[in-house]
């Protein structure tokens, strides 16, 4: 009797241990998993790409542009590249990407991509961010289209908006 009780204890050792180191990797995997959201300006921009490509307008509104980009009256989310052409379009602009450069500065950035269009004509986007319920979203892009490309920028420059 004493025999079993005391192989109940170790047993009941044994798989505990293992279950509680089981549980501290599973929390620490959920823990970096929950970190997974974009950080970097480029990082919002390559998920706003993939998003583009899938036509996942509805999470395009609802999380990669800013609110007063998004309130312009949608009634569909499928009219998305209707409202905003360049918009639907910015990710085949490029289809060669040279560099890109970030700036940040609190809830306020500017990501510029140089590279080349289908043609091979030197282009750059700038693109403006704005922070808005802990994620950076877009809010505002200019393409510029070049003659060389040693007119490429060599830092992030901030679109300037037209009137």
Same mark, same amino acid.
């Given at each position: 009797?004493?025999?079993?009780?005391?192989?109940?204890?170790?047993? !009941?050792?044994?798989?505990?241990?293992?279950?509680?180191?089981?549980?501290?990797?599973?929390?620490?995997?959920?823990?970096? #998993?929950?970190?997974?959201?974009?950080?970097?300006?480029?990082?919002?921009?390559?998920?706003?790409?993939? !998003?583009?490509?899938?036509?996942?307008?509805?999470?395009?509104? &609802? &999380?990669?542009? %800013?609110? /007063?980009?998004?309130?312009?009256?949608?009634?569909?989310? /499928?009219?998305?590249?209707?409202?905003?052409?360049?918009?639907?379009?910015?990710?085949?602009?490029?289809?060669?990407?040279?560099?890109?450069?970030?700036?940040?500065?609190?809830?306020?950035?500017?990501? %510029?991509? &140089?590279?080349?269009?289908?043609?091979? !004509?030197?282009?750059?986007?700038?693109?403006?961010?704005? $922070?808005?319920?802990?994620?950076?979203?877009?809010?505002?892009? /200019?393409?510029?289209?070049? &003659?060389?490309? /040693?007119?490429?920028?060599? #830092?992030?420059?901030?679109?300037? $908006? $037209?009137?």
């Amino acid at each position: 009797m004493k025999i079993t009780v005391l192989c109940q204890k170790e047993f !009941r050792f044994l798989l505990a241990a293992p279950f509680k180191i089981s549980l501290l990797l599973l929390l620490f995997l959920s823990g970096c #998993a929950s970190h997974s959201k974009p950080v970097t300006l480029y990082d919002t921009y390559i998920e706003y790409t993939y !998003r583009i490509e899938a036509r996942d307008y509805a999470y395009i509104l &609802n &999380n990669l542009i %800013t609110q /007063s980009m998004g309130t312009r009256g949608i009634e569909r989310f /499928s009219e998305f590249p209707d409202y905003f052409p360049i918009l639907a379009d910015l990710p085949g602009i490029l289809v060669k990407k040279k560099e890109h450069f970030e700036l940040r500065d609190g809830n306020f950035g500017c990501l %510029t991509l &140089n590279g080349f269009d289908r043609f091979d !004509r030197p282009a750059v986007i700038k693109m403006e961010f704005g $922070r808005e319920q802990g994620s950076w979203k877009l809010g505002y892009v /200019s393409v510029d289209y070049l &003659n060389l490309p /040693s007119e490429f920028t060599g #830092a992030a420059v901030c679109p300037k $908006r $037209r009137a």
